[in-house]
Every structure is written in C-alpha cells, then in structure tokens.
C-alpha cells in the first residue's frame, strides 16, 4: 500500500487510461484485468491479514475505490491523507 500511495504520478496516469478506456474496447477490457488483479491481490493480502472472507470482499473494495476515487478529486488528495483513509479502513 505504501508503494501505491508514495506519490500522486500513479493516479495521474490511473484516470487518464481509465478516460481511454471509455472510448476502446481494447484498452476496457485491459483496465477490467487490471481491476479484477488488483481486487484478487488485495483480497488475499487481507485474507494473510486475517480478516474473514466476507470482509475482505468488501474492505477491497472500499480501498480499491478510495485510491481510485482520490485521483479524481481537485484539489487533490495527498499521498498522506490516502495513507490516513486507507488505515482508517482498515482499522
């Protein structure tokens, strides 16, 4: 998680081919790889964490969506306050 909110580069470039992916087929269908990837990766990170399996389905995709979402806002979230949200989540 440290590594995916160390700067706002990432998100930059998150909404810029997600904006793409609206217009190709190809580049959506990438971008739902990508996402279902990164659902399956969190999902068993917190599944190593412990939590049980209906919570992981869930608090996935309330931090997936929240990174997501951040990359949107103007002005922008900081890498430290997504750092805050994230563990607000989880906690």
Excluded: H
């Excluded at 190709?24 to 190593?48: G, H, M, Q, T």
């Amino acid at each position: 998680m440290e590594l995916v909110l160390a700067d706002d580069e990432p998100a930059n470039v998150e909404v810029a081919i997600r904006a793409w992916a609206l217009d190709d087929p190809i580049a959506a269908a990438a971008k739902e790889r990508v996402d279902r990837s990164r659902l399956a990766f969190l999902r068993k990170l917190l599944a190593e964490c412990g939590y049980d399996e209906a919570d992981t389905e869930q608090i996935a995709q309330i931090l997936y969506l929240l990174v997501l979402g951040s990359g949107n806002m103007l002005p922008g979230v900081t890498p430290e306050q997504l750092r805050a949200l994230c563990r607000r989540v989880l906690s």
